[in-house]
């Protein structure tokens, strides 16, 4: 049976645990082959053998530090000497610490800026031109509530969500005449180990969840750009 990203060509950034690896087997199983990286070479195969196998799609990646936009080139060349092509980037590679301004040392704000939101800069420099030369693609960058709800500790977090928010608007804007489209999508709290302030918690957003959000942003008919979406627990607790 035909599957609806048959013979597309998806990567996903910071895809070996929680949303991203989440995200990567969606796309695998909907027919997708998909370039992923992580943060170690390990955890990078291991992730792309198990997905590959209970997929049947292709997936296979390496290892990228996306604040090093040395590291992001290095990425796309591999995307075009294995798959030849791209039609698909998510930028979901992300970092949280949260502090109080007076405790957030010069490292913390560089960290957690450069990765958030520098990384998703690279990884679109890299790939727009890629989704240019194939008439078009999309561009999803998982984003967060936090992008628009400051929060005691978020100061650093909270910045380079807001300005996520704002480049992938202006990117939108920039390129949807070259037909890519660009999509913010807003989670607020996702059960994953990404924030030990709050723990896992069966009340939260699944990663699965957000997967099925980029699926539907992707059935979209090429006529229609979702440019945010926000996703909230249902039922928090009080």
């Known amino acids: 049976m035909a599957r609806f990203l048959d013979g597309k060509i998806a990567a996903v950034t910071g895809a070996t645990k929680g949303i991203g690896r989440a995200i990567a087997e969606a796309l695998a199983r909907e027919g997708a082959a998909v370039a992923i990286c992580g943060r170690t070479q390990s955890e990078v195969d291991s992730t792309g053998a198990e997905l590959s196998a209970s997929t049947g799609s292709r997936v296979s990646g390496m290892a990228v530090d996306v ?3 040395e590291a992001v080139s290095s990425f796309f060349r591999f995307i075009d000497e294995q798959f030849k092509r791209l039609d698909i980037l998510v930028n979901n590679a992300g970092i949280g610490i949260f502090r109080p301004v007076s405790d957030l040392d010069f490292e913390d704000w560089r960290v957690t800026l450069d990765t958030n939101l520098s990384g998703v800069f690279y990884c679109c420099k890299e790939g727009i031109p890629r989704l240019k ?3 078009g693609g999309s561009i999803i960058n998982i984003s967060s ?3 628009g709800n400051p929060f005691s500790g978020g100061a650093a977090y909270n910045a380079s969500k807001f300005g996520l928010n704002g480049f992938s608007e202006a990117m939108m804007l920039d390129h949807r005449n070259d037909r890519i ?8 709290s996702v059960d994953t180990d990404f924030s ?4 896992r918690a069966s009340w939260k957003i699944a990663p699965e969840d957000i997967a099925d959000v980029v699926l539907s942003v992707l059935r979209m008919p090429e006529r229609t750009t979702i440019s945010r979406v926000e996703m909230r627990p249902s039922i928090p607790p009080k």
Do not use: H, I
Request: glycine share 14%; net charge positive.
């Open 145 to 147: 509530l936090a992008a």
């Open 67 to 69: 604040r090093n936009p």
């Open 196 to 199: 030990p302030r709050s723990g």
């Open 133 to 135: 030369r194939r008439g």
């Open 181 to 188: 489209r660009v999509t913010s999508v807003m989670p607020g």
